[in-house]
Nanobody, 123 residues
Framework: QLQLVESGGGLVQPGGSLKLSCAFGKFSLDYYAIGWFRQAPGKEREGLSCISRSDGYREYADSVKGRFTVSRDKNMAYLQMNSLKPEDTGVYYC??????????????????WGPGTQVTVSS
């Protein structure tokens, strides 16, 4: 069974940066797409970014495009978050979906999830 664990969350001032990490454990997940999601208080979980492995395809939600950058290597995935805003506050999750593509995939398409890490953007 896949086990993903996020780290790197915390409290940051508006305009600051954080880099989240997602560890895959002993799995390389070469044939999985990796997604990053966020759930703000009182809101549904939303997709932020996705990256495939085979061709490095990346996609971003409009709300984070130009500010967040997703990357991955054999055993880890990362989400570099710059120019953070208070509305970026929430619990951030990484998730894995079999099949090395991102197009058209959202929350229900990702069966394996980490426990999440809290990001709070506040002055």
């Amino acid at each position: 069974q896949l086990q993903l664990v996020e780290s790197g969350g915390g409290l940051v001032q508006p305009g600051g940066s954080l880099k989240l990490s997602c560890a895959f454990g002993k799995f390389s997940l070469d044939y999985y797409a990796i997604g990053w999601f966020r759930q703000a208080p009182g809101k549904e979980r939303e997709g932020l970014s996705c990256i495939s492995r085979s061709d490095g395809y990346r996609e971003y939600a409009d709300s984070v495009k130009g500010r967040f950058t997703v990357s991955r290597d054999k055993n880890m995935a990362y989400l570099q978050m710059n120019s953070l805003k208070p509305e970026d506050t929430g619990v951030y999750y990484c998730a894995a979906a079999p099949g090395n593509y991102c197009q058209g995939r959202n929350v229900p398409d990702f069966p394996s999830w980490g426990p999440g890490t809290q990001v709070t953007v506040s002055s």
